[in-house]
């Protein structure tokens, strides 16, 4: 009887310390980091439907960074990076308003220079996503120039700033409202099948500006003296194109050192634009008097007007009807700024800073209110600026080896080095050599330079452009070179594009195909019918922006969205081929700001 007692005990201490074990082992693993921080995702995920909270995790999320967001600025790759990006936002937000400038009279160089600064200076400092470049676009000046068309045919006309600055108004106060009711998780449906449209609209909206800046300087009547001024104007696209393409092909290529190729990446566009515009007073150029960049007074608005745009001035009907193209408004800004942030963050980036779509979408309300309230073009989001501001922080290493960047540090990265990637699923160095022709050669993104420095400091420039002295040497930059720098900046986005890339393998010779391109296990019937669909909303975009209800092409843009949820899913085809096809822009880390991805 003793013993059954004691062994009665010896079992119930052995239960009680397995569930001791057990117990013990369950609140370990719960309070482990990776269990953690499924934990919070749980909890982020639930509250991610309160009103407001997404912009508070949004800047809870954010708000450790802030201090390395500034200190992680010093690092070289800071300084091409404004050098590029400066001259690829200021020049075309410039050129794109020229015909704004030109058909209202009530703006001028001066309110883009001050936009583009403005949309730098809160974004850098405040936003969440300090690498999305925001600036004056194409679209922002074809929306305020149709709108002028529009209220220009009523025989009593409102002031035009004042009906604008109610359009803003109402288009900022939406802005607020998405943002706190968490509409940016619908950010979760929009996948490479829209952004690859919008880009491929976007790239050829830069190639036909380029054309128009050219043919309206060319004289109506044949053999004037303007003549020359024109070709002139002509070969200078060509030599600014011509030239910033000889530098990108030299820096892709396998000559000179690496150094020396990254040195062309980087300031080959800057370099070809100073030089351009200097062959205009070269010999017998000068003589031809080629049209340059219209500038204004210094910190002055054009129109001789004041800073102060009192809209609330305006008779009371105006306000109502300036409300659906305040709508119209909200629909770009929403689709155009949080698709050129994704394309900011994409997954080709190794990024390891969490986003912040809610919180930057806030902000973006508060920048277009300011411009209502200055007269200022609205900024937000550019394509193909914000992933060339990205690209240009990208940090290379050499792969199978230990990574060094070329200021002699190691990079840490989100994900595993390349190290620890798994021989079996890479090529041999071997085997790399022999298809690459040069190990040196061999460069992948290792990290990126996260910082809010560059934005800041190309947003500057545009400020001290403002100042007399370097106005004056913006009005010496000739148009032609702005033709070519769009044309530059199209044909770049082209080649970058999704759908080029499957026009790409669609016509190239299958020998010279890699065998693991995912687009091989894709019927071409079936590609042909993707990038059929694209084109079709490509051109609906397209062509109404060359008609007068170019007001309406956000709705257009924006029905990319419903189209690719519900049409095509029901097109003929495979679970697998629609996976190679289309798929999330950004990385699941970038994503789980909106809730994940479709």
Not at 109 to 121: G, I, Q, T
């Amino acid at each position: 009887m003793a013993e059954k007692d004691d062994q009665g005990k010896t079992q119930a201490t052995n239960v009680s310390m397995n569930d001791s074990t057990r117990l013990q082992a369950v609140e370990e693993h719960r309070r482990s980091p990776l269990s953690m921080e499924n934990n919070m995702r749980r909890h982020r995920r639930r509250r991610r439907h309160w009103p407001g909270s997404g912009m508070w995790l949004d800047v809870r999320a954010r708000a450790p960074w802030y201090w390395s967001d500034w200190k992680d600025a010093w690092n070289y790759r800071v300084i091409p990076a404004t050098a590029l990006i400066f001259f690829a936002n200021v020049l075309p937000g410039i050129a794109f308003s020229l015909d704004l400038i030109e058909t209202t009279q009530e703006y001028g160089v001066s309110e883009v220079l001050l936009s583009s600064f403005m949309a730098a200076f809160v974004f850098s400092v405040f936003g969440a996503q300090p690498l999305t470049i925001a600036g004056v676009t194409g679209p922002i000046t074809v929306f305020n120039k149709t709108i002028h068309d529009i209220i220009t045919r009523e025989d009593n006309p409102p002031n035009y700033l004042h009906f604008i600055g109610w359009v803003y108004l109402w288009a900022a106060i939406i802005h607020w409202i998405t943002a706190f009711l968490n509409f940016c998780n619908f950010l979760k449906y929009v996948t490479l099948f829209s952004c690859d449209t919008f880009g491929f609209y976007v790239s050829w909206v830069y190639l036909q500006y380029g054309i128009q800046v050219l043919t309206r300087q060319m004289p109506s009547d044949p053999g004037s003296d303007s003549e020359q001024g024109a070709l002139v104007a002509i070969v200078l696209a060509l030599l600014m194109v011509g030239s910033s393409f000889v530098f990108r092909f030299a820096a892709d290529s396998p000559l000179f050192h690496r150094h020396v190729r990254r040195f062309l990446a980087d300031y080959g566009m800057p370099i070809s634009l100073v030089a351009a515009s200097g062959m205009a007073y070269w010999g017998r150029f000068n003589f031809a008097n080629p049209t340059t960049l219209p500038t204004g007074k210094a910190f002055l608005p054009a129109a001789d007007r004041e800073w102060l745009v009192r809209f609330w001035q305006l008779e009371g009907k105006w306000v109502g009807i300036a409300l659906p193209f305040g709508i119209i408004l909200w629909i770009l800004f929403f689709f155009d700024h949080n698709v050129s942030s994704l394309m900011a963050q994409g997954s080709e980036f190794p990024l390891r800073k969490p986003p912040g779509f809610h919180w930057d979408f806030f902000l973006l309300g508060i920048t277009t209110f300011i411009a209502g309230l200055l007269g200022l073009p609205a900024p937000n989001g550019l394509i193909p600026q914000a992933p060339i501001h990205t690209n240009s922080l990208v940090i290379m290493g050499r792969p199978l080896k230990d990574v060094k960047d070329e200021e002699g540090e190691t990079p840490i990265t989100r994900s595993a080095t390349l190290t620890e990637i798994d021989a079996s699923s890479e090529p041999t160095t071997q085997a790399l050599q022999q298809d690459h022709g040069s190990y040196d050669r061999l460069e992948v993104p290792v990290s990126v330079v996260e910082q809010r420095v560059s934005n800041l400091a190309q947003g500057s420039l545009c400020l001290v452009l403002l100042t007399g002295p370097f106005l004056h040497l913006l009005n010496l930059i000739p148009r032609g070179v702005l033709a070519g720098l769009f044309w530059y900046m199209g044909v770049e986005a082209l080649f970058a594009n999704g759908i080029t890339h499957k026009f790409k393998y669609l016509i190239q010779d299958k020998h010279l195909t890699p065998r693991k391109e995912p687009l091989a296990r894709v019927r071409k019937s079936r590609i042909w019918l993707f990038i059929t669909v694209q084109l079709i909303g490509f051109g609906g975009t397209f062509a109404i922006t060359q008609t007068i209800a170019a007001i309406g092409f956000p709705v257009i843009i924006m029905l990319l969205i419903p189209l690719r949820i519900w049409l095509i899913p029901k097109l003929p085809f495979t679970s697998e081929e629609l996976a190679i096809l289309d798929g999330p822009t950004a990385s699941p880390f970038t994503m789980e700001s909106v809730g994940g991805s479709l």
